[in-house]
């Protein structure tokens, strides 16, 4: 009995840990971790590295800011949009100047001739695009003409913006035969007038006849219709405030210029065409009498 008891006991003695022995076990299990985490982060992903990085600045709202300036600012110092400490390169073109005045610079004298574009390159896309939106929002706000709104076409081509007033199966734009155009042909060629006369391009009207057609009279075909259909609506414009100098030409083209070339006797083809011409105005978009 006494010997079972002491056997217990010296056990127990075998089985006790200093209790310095378990911190030291933990500490050299978190000096193991340290070292492997140094490695992992010694032998890394760049790509992954970027991503981890870009996410962590995200998530904390960090926003990179770059400075154009050529030296490095002291904290405090406003931040500058440009550079310096530059050597200045004289550039020949910048001694250079127009012979004469430009409407645009006409406060600041001659301009420097540094300018690859010309004026009308830049402008006359613009130009164009404000046209076509008057010339639709007129359309739009006459109520004469909304039977017809979709036989009123305008499209920007190489010649410049054609509007362009076409015929439909069954719905003419003029009688047949006629050169007169029904009231709300007039209508919509009226809208347009003053929009027109606001810009400073020359103009040009023309009319076209679809292929098929017969006419009674020998004389009277169609290179005839088609030019006396093209006056008319220039007669009209000018009614109603296109000056008459604007015009460049009025010309019948008969049936030579088919809009659907793939169908020439489709109605469609029968039409009048005005065009705003790309091409440089005769005086200064500026210019006033």
């Known amino acids: 009995m006494a010997a079972a008891v002491a056997g217990k006991k010296k056990n127990r003695r075998q089985a006790f840990v200093p209790e310095w022995l378990v911190t030291f076990a933990d500490l050299m299990s978190i000096l193991v971790v340290f070292f492997v985490l140094i490695i992992s982060f010694s032998i890394q992903d760049e790509r992954k590295l970027q991503v981890v990085a870009g996410s962590m600045r995200d998530a904390f709202g960090v926003v990179q800011t770059f400075s154009n300036s050529a030296v490095m600012e002291r904290d405090g110092n406003p931040e500058r949009q440009f550079q310096r400490m530059l050597t200045h390169e004289i550039n020949p073109a910048e001694s250079q100047f127009a012979t004469e005045d430009h409407d645009r610079f006409s406060n600041q004298g001659p301009r420097a001739n540094t300018f ?6 830049i402008e006359t896309p613009k130009l164009f695009s404000l046209a076509a939106a008057s010339v639709q929002q007129a359309w739009r706000e006459n109520p004469d003409i909304t039977t017809i709104a ?26 047949e035969g006629s050169k007169y155009p029904y009231e709300a042909t007039r209508a919509a060629i009226a809208a347009i007038a003053p929009v027109i006369q606001r810009l400073p391009n020359q103009i040009q009207v023309s009319g076209h006849t679809a292929a098929g057609n017969h006419y009674s009279d020998p004389r009277y075909g169609a290179w005839e219709l088609s030019f006396d259909r093209a006056n008319a609506a220039r007669q009209i414009l000018e009614e109603f405030g296109l000056s008459s100098g604007r015009i460049k030409a009025v010309v019948g083209r008969a049936e030579t210029e088919p809009y659907f070339a ?12 005005i065009t705003i011409l790309n091409e440089e105005p005769p005086v200064p978009i500026t210019w006033e009498p």
């Open 116 to 121: 690859d574009d010309e004026r009308n390159d």
């Open 262 to 273: 793939n169908d020439p006797y489709l109605s469609a083809n029968q039409r009048v065409k």
């Open 150 to 175: 979709d036989q009123l076409i305008v499209e920007e081509t190489e010649e410049g913006l054609d509007i362009l007033i076409v015929d439909q199966e069954g719905r003419p734009m003029f009688p």
